[in-house]
């Protein structure tokens, strides 16, 4: 009944059921940065830059400093009594960007310490059965059955996990969806914008810019809503064990 013990392959599993929740959710509702990969970046990126080559990239004459001081130029000579809250908005998303960065830097820690320590624990069973029939404190059936008891609990595990994956899933695709239709209307906001500031309109420049303001509020608002619900899933996904 030894050869029962080839069944420690699909303990294996047990790495890729932890793993599963954070990889999913990480790749599935990562900020969106449409040309951008970097949470840094994007919290960079401008509400109004009108200083991006024809293709689309940024103007590799500016630096960053230099592109965001053109962007404040911009407002403040054709709509300065926004200006304030323009930076009051640029503030709160960056903020909460540097607080989705250490969120995703704790939830990578902890996946990695719980898939170490679910290692540590089956090569612990494997070896505590193993010392049990060396000593003839135990049967090979009775391994046998304990070591069935042991593939039960992880496939429950996994069920468990599946499960709350999926809850969880859904509710990241909305918020997902949603952070795609603000873009993309920010986007055409931002196409207009750029012929206002083409022919120096500083009254078109207002009217289309206070169209963006409450589109930019909820794109903010959006993000927030993305780290409360990383906080609850991770929270809860820390109880399961």
């Known amino acids: 009944m030894l050869n029962k013990f080839s069944k420690v392959l699909l303990i294996g599993s047990l790495s890729l059921m932890i793993a599963t929740p954070f990889t999913s959710f990480a790749d599935d509702n990562e900020v969106p940065t449409q040309d951008r990969t970097n949470i840094e970046q994007h919290s960079q990126r401008e509400m109004v830059n009108p200083f991006r080559n024809p293709k689309g990239g940024q103007n590799p004459k500016l630096s960053r400093e230099d ?130 500031i083409k022919n120096n309109d500083s009254e078109g420049f207002k009217v289309i810019f206070d169209k963006m303001i409450p589109l930019f509020e909820e794109h903010i608002n959006l993000d927030n809503q993305r780290y409360e619900l990383k906080a609850k899933m991770f929270e809860e996904l820390k109880n399961l064990f």
């Open 67 to 196: 592109r965001e001081a053109k962007r404040l130029e911009t407002i403040s000579n054709l709509y300065p009594e926004i200006l304030d809250d323009v930076t009051a908005l640029d503030n709160e998303h960056k903020a909460i960007h540097e607080d989705l960065k250490a969120q995703n830097e704790e939830m990578k820690t902890y996946r990695k310490d719980t898939l170490a320590s679910k290692k540590d624990e089956r090569k612990t069973f494997i070896a505590d059965l193993r010392e049990k029939i060396k000593n003839g404190e135990i049967t090979n059936e009775e391994a046998a059955t304990e070591f069935d008891s042991y593939i039960a609990k992880i496939k429950e595990e996994r069920e468990t996990l599946n499960s709350f994956k999926e809850e969880y899933k859904t509710q990241f695709n909305s918020l997902k969806e949603q952070s795609k239709l603000n873009r993309e209307n920010r986007k055409a906001l931002r196409e207009e914008l750029n012929v206002t």
